[in-house]
């Protein structure tokens, strides 16, 4: 059973630092492009950012570009996003995936961003 597990949220004051982390198992990590996902307060998921399966292609939400990194670790299953120059309306559930459409992805890590 693939398993997801997203870590490293939590209280930042605006202009603040976060690195989430997605740790994986039970499946080909280092063969899988991943994808982190986020859900604002009551709104839908929206998209953050994507990797290719050994990082040679990244893509990163144009809202978020400049201040959000997305990377990976093969040699140890672990997916990161790097978050910086955080915003009030980046608050959300952050979730690491395994698909596009975020059908298989972890409980999620809460981010909040408040003064």
């Known amino acids: 059973q693939v398993q997801l597990v997203e870590s490293g949220g939590g209280l930042v004051q605006p202009g603040g630092s976060l690195r989430l982390s997605c740790t994986a198992s039970?499946?080909?990590?280092?063969?899988?492009?991943m994808y982190w996902a986020r859900q604002p307060p009551g709104k839908g998921l929206e998209r953050v950012a994507h990797?290719?399966?050994?990082?040679?292609?990244?893509v990163v939400s144009e809202s978020m570009e400049g201040r959000f990194t997305v990377f990976r670790d093969n040699a140890k299953n672990i997916l990161y996003l790097q978050m910086n120059n955080l915003k009030p309306e980046d608050t959300a559930v952050y979730y690491c995936?395994?698909?596009?459409?975020?059908?298989?992805r972890g409980p999620g890590t809460q981010v909040t961003v408040s003064s």
């Open positions: 990797i290719s399966a050994r990082s040679d292609f990244k």
């Open positions: 039970e499946f080909f990590f280092n063969r899988t492009w």
């Open positions: 995936a395994k698909d596009a459409t975020y059908t298989s």
